[in-house]
């Protein structure tokens, strides 16, 4: 967990310095063109992968021929997704009236074949959970995607920096994962082999499929109705939300999900792991989110520049659903891990229907304003739904997890209404105020914590990097000295 979140936030500095040098180069209309063909990108990745990824970390000692099944597995689909999106080019540029994307879109496509190549070394080393080595590969490979992106951007290149940015983001760790893990693929398909993977996988396929789809299905809407600008404002402020929200979440689901296949059959240990794991992302995460939504004006300017004034309300909004993304996949997690891919994949059809219904309805009747409450509401529903599905199977009941979360909940909440009250009180320009309602939730919030010491407190310290052996060790030495005083 230490490598991973190593990681996790060696990257977010590395996007915090690119976020505030291409925000001054790129335009809100950069950004937008490259998020309107992240839908189908994404959708071509979940179709390469087919769930398949999923199927090998849950199965416990896949075999040469597994993989070997699966690589060319993900090869093929590689070929025949790359070949649609090429065909379909001209008429997805044609859908939103931006010529410029057709050719965006046959050249980011090249991603596919580079993603389909690693898929089986990056999942043999998640299993393996070899974080340190995946840590340095990913921390180096933005350092080199940044300095080339800014170069590019600096040139004139516009959208094509972006292009650049996410095909080097692709091939560097490939190209690693080739020469540092051994494994190369036989020259085998087994139909046995792909059958039993594909009765997890499938289901799991079809959840990513629904899941992937639901989640960017607003970035189609937007880029449609929308001027590629507004596109360009949401996706940044999307963008801002998801790192915050997810940071935390993405660094321990990581190290979780193979840890509950191996654990699968011992529903005790899942349990304490679950209550452990959404404990310590939401002791982190929901102050943090609170911070944020208080301080979006500042730091937008400060980061972004005036130019993206318009994304703060957006992102004020997503704050909101961001206290709820944090939590949802470390739930999910231990379903696909006990082999639940079927269950999974009709409630995430429940999910993702009453949201697009939401999301959709909420921008024909009003406008953005509707689609931000509908991807608020879909947001929550969708974690209440989650923590349903781990109450049945797994037995760590909604109401009990309800009930340990709803401490650090009130708290933070009440840390953020005494922040804005200092805010409104003192009437302090941007940035002072900004800087006083940090300090006020951060004062609040650690005090409680040191104070009362909760169990999520308790929980995060022991994730830590400290040597607690040394530490037991000393502590062992000093009682055998007051006993043989």
Known sequence: MVWTAFQKYSKIGIQFVSGIILARLLTPYDYGCIGMLSIFMVLAEVFIDGGFGSALIQKKRPTQEDYSTIFWWNIGMAILMYTILFLCAPTIARFYNIPILCDVLRVQGIVLFIYALNIIQRNQLKKKLNFKLLSIISV?????????TVFMAYKGFGVWALVAQNLIVA???SLVFWFYVKWRPKLVFSWQSFKGLFSFGFYMFLTHLVNDFAGQIQGLLIGKIYSPATMGYYSKANGTERLASKSISQIMTQVTYPLYAEVQDDKTAMINMIKRMTSTIAYLTFPMMFILLLVAKPLFILLYSERWVQSIPYFQVLCIAGLAHCLQSVNLQTIAAIGKSKVML????VKRTVG???IVGGLFLFGMKGLLCGVVFNSWFSYFVNIGLVSKHIGYKWTTQLKDLSPIFIVSS?????AFGCGYLLQLNMYWDGIVKFLVVIVVYLGWSFIFKPDAYTYFLTILPFDRKKIFLRKQNNKEQITNN
């Open 140 to 148: 180096s490979t933005a350092i080199i995607a940044l300095v080339v």
């Open 171 to 173: 091939a560097i760790p």
């Open 346 to 349: 009709i409630w995430v059809i």
């Open 356 to 358: 697009l219904t939401a």
């Open 414 to 418: 009440l840390a953020a209404l005494m």
